[in-house]
């Protein structure tokens, strides 16, 4: 009753190897070494917008570490168990990501706070070149990142990149902090563009953690209506009707899709499922589909009361399972 359609491992092959792993182990690199520069300079001048954009370049290092990390391990092939292998590996580092950085953020607010009372003084000119050099190393890690071209489709990479020019701001941040503390003497600059370091960091890991979220809860992705596209399936000569309509995203650029197609018997099956997976592909772009004709009037009523689409439905699809070693335990009471 159910027929699929699937890829083959060769595109599952190029789909991985989609991801460059250079531009992301350059970018790590250039990062990892311009932090400890920014730490020592923000420890030396005692500057907290150097520090909260050091604390900033962190997070960058462990979103491309996370995201080198989690590019090997999608390209492990899948299991018996693990049917989709390890592809949202890409995901759960982009939720670790999201996740630090909020608490990063929660620290550099704090800090800030603290010293809006009595902000010390800052050596503003080693703060500054300090400063520079680092957005001049986010300059660069960007342009590599840009350059390798992942952070368009993928949402790991997407995330590693999005840290990297989040950075670069938060360096024009310390920037703009030291001039002014140099023209001025007014210290209170280094807190309060601080804190405005710890918003854009909130900006960015907000963004991050929601969309980490939704690929998780298997939302249908954005760019997709799925009230349109159970309309054009319906179009479908020998389609009478679609339900239990799902499409979801495995990882970054694969999206699948699974569904009930009510048939009239008008046409073969055969032929309305390469009609329907044409029109998926080449309308929705949509390659993987799970599609299982159903005539409602040869079902019986126990199969088709099951459906996700109502809570009474999947209360139907409930199926009671007998605990393991179940029968083992009864025969040991006789």
Known sequence: MTSSVREDHAHADQFEQRVNRRPL????????????????????????????????????????????FAVWLAAKPPTARRSF???????LAALVNAATLIAVSIYIFWEAFQRLSEPPEVESGLMLGVAVAGLAANAVSAWVLMRGGGHTENLNTR?????????????????????????????LADPILSAGIGLLIVWSSWRLLRESVEVLLETTPA???????????????????????HIWTVTSGLIALSA????????????????????????????HVTLQPEEADLLPEL??????????????????????????HAGHRH
Do not use: N
């Open 85 to 91: 292998g390890y592809l949202r590996a890409e995901v």
């Open 260 to 287: 009930h197609v009510d048939v009239d018997g008008s046409q073969p099956w055969h032929a309305t499922l390469l009609a329907l997976t044409e029109l998926l592909r080449e309308q929705f772009g949509i390659a």
């Open 159 to 187: 995330g590693a990149f999005l840290h990297v020019v989040g950075d670069m701001l938060g360096s024009v941040g310390a920037i703009l902090a030291a001039v002014i503390m140099l023209l001025t003497g007014w210290y």
């Open 25 to 68: 182990a350059i970018a790590l690199g250039i990062t990892a070494t311009f932090l400890l520069i920014e730490v020592i300079g923000g420890l030396v001048t005692g500057s907290l917008a150097l520090l909260a954009d050091a604390a900033h370049m962190l997070t960058d290092v462990i979103a491309l570490a996370l995201a080198l």
């Open 303 to 328: 199969y088709r009361a099951c459906s996700l689409d109502s809570a009474e439905g999947r209360e139907a699809c409930r199926v009671p399972l007998e605990p393991v070693g179940a029968d083992v």
């Open 223 to 245: 760019a997709i209506d799925p009230v349109e596209v159970s309309a054009a399936m319906a179009e479908v000569e020998g389609v009478s009707g679609v339900h239990d309509l």
